[in-house]
């Protein structure tokens, strides 16, 4: 399953980083893919995978999801 958030605060590849250290380390979690262009961070999961996970990880990261996308 593919989750899509609007992650309005990232601009760098530090950002990026954060973002994939702390999600990647959720069990469940596949592919990360941070577009920095479009703010958006797209997450590959599987059912166990709650989107409190998602966006508790993203704040560990230090970002705040404006919304998720899908």
């Known amino acids: 399953m593919l989750k899509t958030y609007h ?11 954060s973002i994939n250290r702390e999600l990647g380390e959720i069990e469940g979690v596949g592919k990360i893919d941070v ?7 797209q997450v590959e999961v599987d059912e166990s995978v709650s989107e409190e ?18």
């Open 7 to 17: 992650v309005p605060d990232i601009h760098c590849d530090h950002c990026v980083a």
């Open 35 to 41: 577009d920095l262009e479009a703010k958006l961070v």
């Open 53 to 70: 996970q998602i966006i508790a990880g993203l704040y560990e990261a230090g970002f705040d999801v404006a919304e998720p996308q899908s």
